[in-house]
């Protein structure tokens, strides 16, 4: 059994590390990602909203009475997370207002905003505008977090690995199972001794093997690159990743157990991968969304895989603190393979 | 008396609405080349495909040495594929030792490169091989396992005169190594060259099986006289043997080609365009099943 797995895991890797495309695309995607988020999100760059400025076209308007006291506006343009964008006539203004390219428009000269009534950010920064800096706020007083925080980068990276695990996995296995079928390399296959579960097997294995050296490459980068912790032991994220790599490859499997159109099976794994890509917290927190959402959430293997390799990077935890996402991942592995070895077929009906 | 290596009793095959192999019947000997012949959809492929355990049959057994086929069947069988794509991004080499490793008994790799003239091509990418050495690759892979019975579905079809004649030599050379080769063509003067038997299909049926030599002694004892198509149906029907138009002329099947053409002259029919030959395989399709073989 070994020798013939072991002949097939040999023959896909081949096949996967001469792909210049497909290789360049494992390794070089996560880091133009992480590179490039946190750039966006880095604390100097940090953007929440965009005001547009422009100065009235009528000199009329511009008199001492009307700039008047301009302390509010000045003290408002020294809001943090806003970015203030100048433009030169109104009409260019107002029509990146009407596209949402800019959250709010100012005319400071002739003490005029303008905000768009169907912009929930503008709706914002309206609020912003109004609020006075130098206003009360009761008894509160502002303190700061105590300890390191989590920079951004360090939350988004385990989402991005995790992404590119769910892609990896499910594009490289599913995808290419299909193609297997469909040009009619496994129907020569099965005529010979291979069996099934050897050739699942070896897939399998190619993807694993692949998929924690892609991991392990990026993840070093983009240590080195990006200067970030890992406060959990590296062992414990080998295993989650291992575990929720596994349990994305069977899934890919299950795509990849009958069909022979390629354009099903793409259909097929966008309608798994993008949900995954929104709802497993790659890049934002489900907090305060619909209670419902969340519990699909808990569904979602790349959650699981996300939320344990969080877990341990940010956090430290062991493996018992992620019991619970290697639980999930586990019994989502088994149920996966067995839909995938029992649906199994070798040629196209 | 020897037993069969492929003895097949009473095979039928269905698809939805299509009796796609009604009710066959045959056995090979071992160290012979047996040809299934019929043109395209006569049920050759489904047949062979069912053989070789790609496809469950309708009914019927088939027996393996006198076995029903398993794990040792796959062991000892060699198959070319009618369509199939190679694995991407191996080589030549690459990909004959991925065959090879697939069995636990392998030819020799030198023997197979040089049997099928691989050489050149060792070392190339798959991708960029063409269409002949393409089929001598995937002989090659169904020779990985030095088999008993070696199966070629259409090896030559799609491939030049001179791609196929190269292949044929190696078929030559793989039948004096005494194997056993069951092959499917439309091409009759392949199988008339390469096949000790042959059986020929269509609709599902087999209409007659023999060596060729037997089946044209038999079947085609006269001439193939070839016109140009402009002569009446009504002076055709007056000749007493079979006629057929074949694309733009026409054929008369004779075993007596003097008063053939005496007659035809009688009829004032122009035949400074005539051309006589030998009757073949190809006549006796035609004869068998009243329609070209090349459909």
Known sequence: ????????????????????????????????????????????????????????????????????????????????????IEFKTNAMAMDKLRHHRIDFL???????????KSSPTGYVVEKLF????????????????????????????????????????????????????????????????????EFLTAQIISRMYVILFTTFIVFVGCMVLFRFDCLGTYLNLVIIFSLGGFS???????????????????????????????????????EGAHPWVQKFSRLLPLTQLIDGARKIMND?????????????????????????????????? | MHTPILDVKNLVKWYPEVKAVDDISFSIEQGICFGLLGPNGAGKTTTIEVIEGIMPAGSGTILYKGKSRGTVFHEEVGIQLQDTELPMFLTVKETLETYRNLYRRKANLDDLIETCHLNEILHQDNRHISGGQKQRLLLAMALANDPDLIFLDEPTTGLDPQARRYLWNIVDLIKSKKRTLILTTHYMEEAQILCDR???????????????????????????????????????????????????????????????????????????????????????????????LRT
Not at chain 2, 235 to 253: A, M, N, S, Y
């Open chain 1, 1 to 84: 059994m070994w020798r013939r797995t072991w002949t097939i895991f040999k023959a896909r890797n081949h096949e996967f590390f001469r792909d210049k495309s497909s290789l360049g695309w494992n390794f070089v995607f996560p880091f133009l990602v992480i590179a490039g988020f946190s750039f966006i999100f880095n604390e100097d760059n940090k953007t929440m909203y965009k005001v547009g400025i422009v100065h009235s076209d009528n000199p009329a308007v511009t008199s001492r009475e009307s700039s008047g006291n301009l302390n509010h506006y000045n003290n408002f343009k020294k809001s943090r997370y806003i970015e203030f």
């Open chain 1, 106 to 116: 100012i005319d400071p000269d002739s003490r005029q905003y303008w905000v768009s």
């Open chain 1, 130 to 197: 109004y609020s006075d800096s130098r206003s009360m706020i009761g008894d509160f007083k502002k303190q700061s977090i105590d300890g390191s925080e989590v920079r951004y980068v360090e939350w988004l990276f385990p989402g991005i690995m995790g992404m590119n695990v769910m892609f990896s996995a499910l594009f490289g296995v599913g995808f290419v199972v299909v193609r297997y079928r469909k040009n009619g390399v496994l129907k020569r296959l099965s005529v010979t001794p291979l069996k099934p579960y």
């Open chain 1, 248 to 286: 994305m490859i069977s899934l890919g499997l299950v795509v990849a157990s009958r069909s022979s159109s390629e354009e099903f099976a793409n259909g097929i794994l966008n309608l798994l991968t993008w949900p995954m890509m929104f709802l497993s917290e790659v890049w934002f927190s489900l």
């Open chain 1, 316 to 349: 430290g935890a062991g493996l018992f603190e992620i019991r619970q996402q290697l639980i999930a991942l586990t019994v989502m592995s088994c149920i996966f393979m067995l839909m995938g070895s029992m649906l199994f077929k070798w040629h196209k009906d």
């Open chain 2, 198 to 292: 042959i059986a020929i299909m269509d609709y599902g049926k087999i209409i007659t099986t023999g060596s060729p030599t037997e089946l044209l002694e038999e079947h085609c004892k006269g001439a193939t006289l070839n016109l140009q198509s402009n002569i009446s149906n009504k002076i055709l029907d007056k000749l007493p043997w079979k006629w057929f138009r074949v694309r733009d002329r026409i054929e008369i099947q004779t075993d007596e080609i003097n008063t053939c053409i005496k007659i035809l002259l009688e009829q004032d029919i122009d035949l400074s365009t005539m051309t006589v030959r030998s009757q073949n395989l190809e006549d006796l399709f035609l004869k068998l099943t009243g329609k070209q």
